[in-house]
């Protein structure tokens, strides 16, 4: 299993806020910059995390981005269901478009199913803090890939 840039540039961008002070803002400029993803990119993302409640944006001169929940409050495994577009590991998983000639008959969907509800339950087990649990070395590593 795989996860897509997105839902991985998601769990970065929400680790990076995670590692500033409570109140402290940032911008997607300084963000893209410390892990070297294309603003572009990453202002879909930012957007998106608004959308879901995990971030806030507030607008205006001395505006950015920051937490809208305290990471306690945001679980991981949410936040993988959430934003990763498509956990159909294998055709058979889809509702539409199966064409596997072995579905009538086969385990190995059940198998792989099982499989993605272990990593999925595992995932709900941490929430952001438990990720930011070295908070001061990841504020330290993300302020020195800024510059």
């Not at 409640?53 to 949410?78: F, V």
């Not at 498509?86 to 478009?97: D, K, P, Q, W």
Request: with cysteine; proline share 1%; glycine share 6%.
């Amino acid at each position: 299993m795989q996860l897509t840039n997105y839902t991985e540039y998601a769990l970065r961008v929400l680790l990076f806020l995670g590692a500033l002070d409570e109140e402290e803002k940032t911008n997607i400029k300084d963000i893209a910059a410390a892990f070297s993803i294309s603003e572009h990119h990453l202002s879909k993302i930012v957007h998106e995390l608004g959308k879901l409640g995990y971030i806030e944006t507030i607008r205006g001169r001395n505006g950015g981005i920051r937490l809208a929940k305290r990471p306690e409050e945001i679980a991981i495994g949410a936040v993988v269901r959430e934003t990763e577009e498509n956990l159909s590991l294998v055709e058979c998983f889809a509702a539409h478009g199966n064409e596997c000639v072995l579905t009538p008959v086969c385990r190995l969907r059940f198998a792989l199913h099982e499989a993605l509800e272990a990593f999925l339950r595992v995932l709900d087990a941490y929430t952001l803090a438990d990720l930011l649990e070295d908070r001061a070395s990841l504020r330290s590593l993300l302020k020195e890939r800024r510059g």
